[in-house]
């Protein structure tokens, strides 16, 4: 569950272009210092990844993977 309002976009398929794939997302409060990702894949928006926390500021890269890539406002990647 998630508090409102939330965002959602739907991302091209991968592309070699510049600038291609990527979204932003706002966050409209830094009270809890983090977003929550919800991933949903293909045509039929089958759930891939549910709900995982991305730290205020960090960016996420998706990669037909389980799990997100997280780097960190400093650079830093984590898990």
Partial sequence: MFLSPATKKFLAPFSEAVGADPAKFPLWTHKNGFGV??????????????NDRLPAGATAYYNNKPNLRMIG???KEFN
């Avoid at 990702?37 to 549910?50: Q, R, S, W």
């Fill in 37 to 50: 990702i919800t991933v949903f894949k293909g045509a039929d928006k089958t759930l891939y990844i549910e």
């Fill in 73 to 75: 406002f400093d650079g």
